[in-house]
Structure formats: structure tokens, C-alpha cells
């Protein structure tokens, strides 16, 4: 009667109890209304979050790469085993909520000693024992043990969710600034071998006047120098032509040499999009998964805390059994051979605080951590950004003088050859000439790559514009 009364209060307890430690808030960070380097162009203009920003370079074989290595790419699947571990592990947590039930049988043939029973026959000594039933036991969670325990298991769940995503804006980034780079390394080797052309025309212009008796040796050493030097920079290019595409199927989950024949074929570098805009450090809070998988970390840190705190407290378990006991198979399940058992327990190490608070201090001290490396994080997203921004801005400047350098260094080689050819100018202005011109038509290459590749790291800065999608599981166990 007394367990009767007790048990429902009991179980009205725990399920109004208050779970003990901190519970979890935002850290307010002092954040300014915009960068130090401004709005880049109007803010209308900003990427939607679903908005995939690679495809404002309309490059189908850009967009194929990167579906590809979202699919396919092997640091993904390994972020996906993780998220799924911390998924299996939140499951685990949540069953403490809930009573352990089990079920039992037992069949035991049995002798006792003549010392146990002195003057008992071994007939007499002889017996047999058969036990069934069902077991349950409920930590009564009063104090919120189980419950901060299953809030840091979700936390972290959701810190693997958010790692996921960050590692998919840093492969997404790196297959589109890989592919930005590969086509910029061809157009450079392009470039180089089109002025290697122009040079071997001079040094044929260069011999035929020598031939003709008009020209010198020195000219022509000179001239054949010159050719050599562009020549030289080729199997440099070409090297880093190879080692991009290798690159670009390894993200892709391919072996290096996959994609060799498809990248081959040169393409142009892809346009830079019309506009940028960086919104505001607020926005970028509530974009970067990097952030998002600090903050849970915090909280699953000062769940932790709550889950230390908790052992100050005594820990209370309901424990029920019911089955059967019988010397007979027969009997078993007969309604005198029932037996029952309603208990309720209590663990209490009162003597063992000093521990207790050493574990707490230690959660604190975690705590603190995540906490400093949650502000870390935000101080390091700020500077990526606003380093990202500046970048983009001054190669974009630098992208619009050397376009006029490259068009006035074409326009002056063309005008000393037509002068040397003419006898106005000597062959050291033609040679000169043709240098500035390869030198200012390469610088360019290399500033529209930069720039082209300065707005995929804006993007990867502000994770604007990404897909947020786990490969399935056909995709996994296909690629396993």
C-alpha cells in the first residue's frame, strides 16, 4: 500500500523535475553594422541561400564537376560516417529516457553437500529450479542527468551536421577555384605559345636578313634567346595544366588520370558574375556552418556541466520484476508459482563530493574552452571575409589596368615589327617590344584568374549560395 501511494508522486516528480547546470544561451558578440571594406555593389544583389553561385558561370562541365564531387568525394563520405555516428549515438541517448526491460529464463539442476544437509539422503539433496519472467529498471531522472546527457548528445549531432556543411563549401570552393585555375593555366600556356609563334617569325626575319647581308650574329643570338625563354615557360604550364586536372578528379572521387581527356580541350575562363555583396557580420553568423558547429559544441559543453552537477544529487531507479518459479516445467506460469518484485532505489555517494566537483570544475573548464574557441572562430570568419573582400576589390582593379597593358603592349609589338621591317627601328625595340607584350598578356591571364578566383573565396567566406545535401546511401554503398 505504501509503494502504491509513493510511486505515482514519484513519477509526477520526475516528470516536472528541473534538469540542474547552465542552460545554453547565444553569446552576444559586439559585431559592427557592416565591413571595414564595405558593400561591395548593391545589396539586392546578394545570393539567396539555396542559390547555387557556380552556376552564374554557365559552364555545364563546371556544374557536372561539382555534382560530381558532392556525390562522390571521399572527405564527404568520411563527414557523412561522422554525422551518422552522432546521429546513432543521439538514438542511444534518447532510449535513457525511457525503462530498460529485459527478459530472463533459467533451468537449473541442483546438489547440495552432505554438510550443508547433514543426514539428508542424495535423493533428498537433489533438486531442480526453473525461473521466467520480465525485468525493468527506470533511472527517475529528478535532476536532469538523463536529460542534459541526451541535450549534449544532440548538440553534438547537430555540431556533425554543421561540420558536414562547412566541409562541403570547402570541397564546392576547391573543385570551382581548381577548375578557375586549370582553365587559367591553358589560356597562360596559350598565351605562351602564341608569342612563341610571333618570336619565331622574328627569328626568321632576323635570318633572312643576316642572310641578305643586312642583319648581324648578335641579332641573331639575340632573337634565338629570346624564342628559347618563351619556350621555356611551357613544360611549367603544361605541368600545372596536368597536376589541375589530376586534382580536379581526385575531388571528384576519380583516380587522377579520369578526367584528362574531358578537361583536355580548352575553355575559357569563366566570366566573373555581375555583382557582389557581402551583407552584414550579422548575416554571416547565421550562414557559416563553421560557426553554427562551434555554437553547438558550446552547448553541448554546458550540457555537460548540467550532467556533472547532477551527480551532487542522489539518484533514484524504479525497478519492477514479475515472473514464475517452479521446481517442475509443469508448474511454471501455475498461479502459485508467481512471483513479483516492486523496488525503488536509491545511489547516493554523499562521501565521494570531492570527485564530484573535480568533474564539474573539468565540464567548466570545457566550457570555457568552446567558448573561447566559438569567439575564435566568429574573430576568424570576420577576417576571412572582410581579407576576401578586400582581395576581390583590388584585383578587380587590378584586372582593369592590366587589360589596357595587355592591348597597348599587342598594339606596340605590331607597330616595332611593322618599324623594323620598314628600317625605322632596330631589332632590340622589336625584341623589347614582343617581351613587354608576353609579359603584360600572361600578367593578365593570372589577375583574371586571381579575380575570378578572389569572388569563389568571397563566396566561401559569406557560405552563401551553397547546397546543403548529404549524398544517399545508394551513392555511399555504390562508391564503399
Request: aromatic residues 6%.
Amino acid at each position: 500500500m505504501t509503494a502504491r501511494a509513493v510511486l505515482p508522486s514519484l513519477l509526477a516528480v520526475a516528470l516536472a523535475a528541473c534538469a540542474v547546470g547552465p542552460d545554453h544561451v547565444r553569446p552576444e558578440l559586439p559585431l559592427a553594422d557592416a565591413f571595414v571594406q564595405g558593400q561591395v555593389s548593391d545589396p539586392s544583389a546578394l545570393p539567396a541561400p539555396d542559390e547555387a553561385f557556380w552556376e552564374a558561370f554557365a559552364d555545364p562541365q563546371l556544374d557536372a564537376l561539382v555534382d560530381a564531387a558532392l556525390d562522390a568525394n571521399h572527405d564527404l563520405r568520411i563527414a557523412l560516417a561522422s554525422y551518422d555516428r552522432a546521429n546513432a549515438l543521439l538514438r542511444g541517448a534518447g532510449f535513457d529516457r525511457f525503462p530498460t526491460v529485459t527478459a530472463f529464463a533459467e533451468a537449473a539442476d541442483s546438489r547440495a553437500s552432505a554438510d550443508e544437509l547433514p543426514g539428508v539422503p542424495r535423493a533428498g539433496r537433489d533438486g531442480e529450479r526453473y525461473r521466467a519472467g520480465i525485468e525493468a529498471s527506470w533511472e527517475l531522472d529528478l535532476f536532469g542527468r538523463v536529460r542534459r546527457g541526451v541535450e549534449a548528445s544532440r548538440a553534438g549531432a547537430a555540431a556533425s551536421a554543421a561540420d558536414l556543411a562547412a566541409l562541403q563549401v570547402a570541397i564546392v570552393s576547391e573543385v570551382v577555384r581548381g577548375y578557375v585555375e586549370l582553365r587559367g593555366a591553358q589560356e597562360r600556356l596559350r598565351v605562351a605559345q602564341a608569342n612563341a609563334d610571333n618570336q619565331r617569325e622574328t627569328l626568321r626575319l632576323v635570318d633572312a636578313r643576316f642572310e641578305a647581308g643586312r642583319g648581324t650574329g648578335f641579332d641573331t643570338a639575340r632573337a634565338r634567346a629570346q624564342l628559347e625563354s618563351t619556350l621555356a615557360r611551357v613544360p611549367a604550364l603544361e605541368a600545372e595544366v596536368a597536376a589541375g586536372m589530376h586534382r580536379l578528379a581526385v575531388l571528384t572521387g576519380r583516380t587522377p588520370d579520369a578526367l584528362v581527356a574531358q578537361l583536355a580541350p580548352v575553355r575559357p575562363l569563366p566570366a566573373l558574375p555581375a555583382r557582389l555583396d557581402a551583407g552584414s557580420p550579422g548575416d554571416l553568423l547565421r550562414r557559416r556552418p563553421d560557426i553554427a558547429a562551434a555554437e553547438q559544441r558550446l552547448h553541448a559543453a554546458i550540457a555537460h556541466i548540467g550532467v556533472a552537477t547532477a551527480d551532487l544529487f542522489p539518484r533514484f531507479t524504479l525497478g519492477g520484476l514479475i515472473g514464475s518459479v517452479a521446481t517442475d516445467t509443469g508448474a511454471l506460469f501455475e498461479r502459485d508459482s508467481e512471483t513479483r518484485l516492486v523496488a525503488l532505489g536509491i545511489d547516493w555517494s554523499f562521501l565521494d563530493i570531492g570527485r564530484v566537483r573535480a568533474r564539474i570544475a573539468a565540464a567548466d573548464a570545457d566550457a570555457a574552452g568552446e567558448l573561447a574557441r566559438y569567439e575564435q572562430t566568429v574573430l576568424l570568419a570576420l577576417e576571412d571575409t572582410e581579407n576576401a573582400l578586400v582581395r576581390y576589390a583590388r584585383t578587380r582593379e587590378e584586372d582593369t589596368h592590366l587589360t589596357r597593358a595587355a592591348e597597348d603592349s599587342a598594339r606596340a609589338a605590331e607597330l616595332a615589327r611593322i618599324r623594323f621591317e620598314a628600317g625605322a627601328v632596330g631589332l632590340f625595340e622589336v625584341l623589347d617590344a614582343e617581351r613587354t607584350r608576353l609579359q603584360a598578356q600572361d600578367a593578365l591571364v593570372d589577375a583574371r584568374t586571381r579575380s575570378v578566383t578572389g569572388a569563389v573565396a568571397l563566396y566561401r567566406a559569406l557560405a552563401g549560395g551553397w547546397p546543403q545535401r548529404l549524398p544517399t546511401r545508394e551513392q555511399v554503398a555504390g562508391r564503399g
